[in-house]
T-cell receptor
Framework: TQLLEQSPQFLSIQEGENLTVYCNSS?????LQWYRQEPGEGPVLLVT?????EVKKLKRLTFQFGDARKDSSLHITAAQPGDTGLYLC??????????FGAGTQVVVTP | DTAVSQTPKYLVTQMGNDKSIKCEQN?????MYWYKQDSKKFLKIMFS???????INETVPNRFSPKSPDKAHLNLHINSLELGDSAVYFC?????????????FGQGTRLTVV
């Protein structure tokens, strides 16, 4: 079993639609990260959430950390083709071990 | 300026060969990592070095040997390559191990073993 469960695995939507990606666990985390990976590139950090109930916005992306710090969501408003990519949630420990979810592949078609 | 750079980007080689991947970071970070991304896009940590010292070794076969000549460089040498080693290998760095979650990744090396 994986520490971080992401859903859905794959999401295909039209430009202008909204989407939500989920990251769940039975463990409590001190922090959680979201990364985006585009084809042929390495993952790029989007955000870190730390406080239970925290909401962070990055342009059309809204990240939420659950009150119990066991889950997180990423909501994209009015998706654009440039939002296409593999979205990964991750959490690290103080020893430097970063564990990733399996990822959600998002495809936004014009 | 590329923050984390790794070479080569592509590597095609025959089973049984030995190959190396090089990584350099110019961010002044203390900690560097090797990750493996499999065909299902699952990313898993292999090794972590902090100031040239190995701090994480995630039960990787000993055919894989990382080496950190200084804290800006972390290379990965693979002996006796097997078909199952085919994957994309990513180098990454973070300020310290405590900041593992806020890592900077290289572009990856796609290794294909034939």
């Amino acid at each position: 079993t994986q520490l971080l469960e992401q859903s859905p695995q794959f999401l295909s939507i039209q430009e202008g639609e909204n989407l939500t990606v989920y990251c769940n666990s039975s463990s409590v985390f001190s922090s959680l990260q979201w990364y985006r990976q585009e084809p042929g590139e390495g993952p790029v950090l989007l955000v870190t959430v730390v406080t239970g109930g925290e909401v962070k916005k990055l342009k059309r992306l809204t990240f939420q950390f659950g009150d119990a710090r066991k889950d997180s969501s990423l909501h994209i408003t009015a998706a654009q083709p440039g939002d296409t990519g593999l979205y990964l949630c991750a959490t690290g420990d103080s020893w430097g071990k970063l564990q990733f979810g399996a990822g959600t592949q998002v495809v936004v078609t014009p | 300026d590329t923050a984390v750079s790794q070479t080569p980007k592509y590597l095609v080689t025959q089973m049984g060969n030995d190959k190396s991947i090089k990584c350099e970071q110019n961010l002044g970070h203390d900690t560097m990592y090797w990750y493996k991304q499999d065909s299902k896009k699952f990313l898993k940590i292999m090794f972590s070095y902090n100031n040239k010292e190995l701090i994480i070794n995630e039960t990787v076969p000993n055919r894989f040997s990382p080496k950190s000549p200084d804290k800006a460089h972390l290379n990965l040498h693979i002996n006796s390559l097997e078909l199952g080693d085919s994957a994309v290998y990513f180098c990454a760095s973070s300020l310290t191990p405590e900041f593992a979650g806020e890592a900077f990744f290289g572009q990856g090396t796609r290794l294909t073993v034939v």
